[in-house]
């Protein structure tokens, strides 16, 4: 990881974390509830999506208290479908980031309750964001609705579970991963892109860079469950390969998928050379993205 991307990391990783918790902390609900929900959040992860959040508003020179609290719902949402994903109706998993699923934790039904009750709250933390125009608040609900929903992420796992049946060729593959994966990291650039108030055109940019990102991101983790470890990835390696699932690798061969990989790489740099501002920021997200091992 380059020095200034480590250096942002550490120092906002915290300030995210901290704000998230505090937004479950501080709602009246069940304890027990709330126990399974922070259980999930502070297992750990790498924190990209908020961390998007934040580097987008930071190019701009703009303010990160807001980039916390979009960005603690962003993660909110993907936490919730890896609680989800993990319960024995989707993937049944008993390990996620090192550590036990949720359901194993807590059952099946709370933990399906938690992930239900981080996916609304989401939302919620948005709309109450005061220092924010209600013009900005109702359209990063409404591009969240999207991403996380039947249109974006949901829509990809319904896809990903038909391409368990068959092998899917390429585009397909890329749709269910556009969706999947990429949409939440989209939502996330271009979350940044709307609380710094970028143009029209960079917005653009962002958004072209964020599809390729979202790409490489998902190439990188079909690589990583053949070449990584159970104790590298945190979670059960090689799942894919005995559920005969649709991956890169699968597709392309492993080195095919290594060339893709770099092939959105590239793309997603070119796409921040239409920007004027600096972003060598987002460019070290991209290499962490394409050269990380879990």
Known sequence: ??????????????????????????????????????????????????????????????????????????????????????????????????????????????????????????????????????????????????????????????????GEKRLLNLQELETVHVNKTGALLRFSIESGAVLAGASESDRQALVEYAHHIGLAFQIQDDILDIEGTSEQLGKTAGKDIVSEKSTYPALLTLEGAKNKLNEHYDLAIEALRKIDINTSLLQQFAQYIVRRNN
């Open 1 to 162: 990881m380059e020095n200034a991307l480590k250096q942002f990391t550490l120092k906002n990783i915290p300030q995210i974390e901290a704000t998230m918790y505090e937004l479950v902390e501080k709602i009246q609900a069940p304890a027990h509830l709330k126990e399974s929900m922070l259980y999930s959040l502070k297992a750990g992860g790498k924190r990209i999506r908020p961390l998007f959040v934040a580097a987008v508003c930071e190019m701009y020179n703009q303010p990160l208290e807001a980039s916390y609290t979009v960005g603690s719902a962003v993660e909110m949402i993907h936490t919730y479908s890896l609680i989800h994903d993990d319960l024995p109706c989707m993937d049944d998993d008993d390990l996620r980031r090192g550590k036990p699923t949720n359901h194993v934790v807590y059952g099946e039904a709370l933990a399906t309750l938690a992930g239900d009750a981080l996916n609304t709250i989401a939302f919620g933390v948005i709309a109450r964001l005061n220092d924010i125009p209600a013009e900005k608040r109702i359209e990063l609900i409404n591009l969240l609705s999207v991403a996380a929903g039947a249109e974006g992420m949901v829509g990809g796992q319904i896809l990903d579970m038909d």
